[in-house]
């Protein structure tokens, strides 16, 4: 385990022996000239093996030392490391061998926000450690919405959400973050990640730094940055009846907003329009090798980043890979009776052609009981236009609405891995 290539180990291993080879040599010299000049018991021609030609003697010296370095290392390795590690991480070759994986692993960038991203994070964290989720900072509901307005800071939900995706352990910590008061304490609503993210950025100066140390306590495989800093609002044009024309708009305002309306989208945009870009998301996208966008809401998740002027030039201006993740159902209020078509031509209606691969969904499974309103988002019926359609088995069994991270990380990555088409 520890000899497989990746590992790092092996210069590491070979050093320890040329020392102890050079060691041995030196104690050699000294035990010849010790021989030579005392006279020793009789004993000691068995105790050296010179009944033996030195051959055999080098080969049965040689196995024995072999095996004690060997099993002393063994030895020490848990000595020293168990009091460190739970029963589930006792492999310790294995969790190095993957650690030095990940770090080799491609540079992929993440764009939405919601349970959609952090579904595709918790799966992409098992292939690298180079990640980055570029997330909407346009939610004005919920903790986040209240924070917002109270505090002038820009929305943490999405952000939280992400980062527990991306931790090493998602086990108390992750819980912790994720955590929301109820109303017996003052805080009905509130999730503690939410509070302790914005803390965080009091102490730390700012929001984005109040993020990275927000990371660190997470130990977060990747990182997670806003795409813009810039307070933005959501805003919408729905399309609604008119009695002279038979179809008019009416705008809302607000992500929250939106889907709440339950009626047709027209166009979503910006306000302002011209926000900013943070360049930190600007850098990432354009080193990447994999940029993708999607899973989530389409309307209020997805294009909300996309709609930043500077993240769609970076875009169009990188060389990676770009794939666009079909969600696998629909959503009332957003995307009612929408195919993979819909997806993408709503998508190209705002931002043009960023994405011409599409990854979907092939295997249908209609959701059941309070969520059996969610229709599974079906495959086009003829040939695709303009974008190449890729499809895989990356639904949930247990809850189709949803993607499943594991099954849609290994899609990613097979398609990364494939030649460009």
Known sequence: MWLRPGMHVKRWLLLLMAGIVLISLGLAYLLRQLYIDLTLPDAFYY??????????????????????????????????????????????????????RRRRGPKIVALGGGTGLSTLLRGLKQYSDNITAIVSVADDGGSSGKLRQATGMLPPGDIRQCLVALSEEEGVTGQLFQYRFGDQYGLGGHSFGNLFIAAMSEIAGSFEQGVVESSRVLAARGQVIPSTLKQVTLAADLRVESVHDGHGWERVIGESAIPSAQREIVRVFLEPETAPAYPEAVKAILQADLIIAGPGSLFTSVLPNLLVPGIAAAIRASRARKLYICNVATQPGETAHFNVDAHVRALRQHVGDLFTTVLANDHILPSQGEMARLEPVALPTGQTKGYTLLTADVVDEERPWRHDSTKLAQAIVAIYQEPAR
């Open 47 to 100: 105790l050296t093996l010179q009944f033996l030609s030195r051959p055999v003697r080098a080969i049965i010296l040689g196995t024995l030392g072999v095996s004690i370095v060997l099993l002393a290392l063994v030895r020490l390795n848990r000595a020293l490391l168990n009091p460190f590690l739970s029963s589930s991480q006792a492999n310790v070759a294995e969790r190095v061998y993957q650690h030095h």
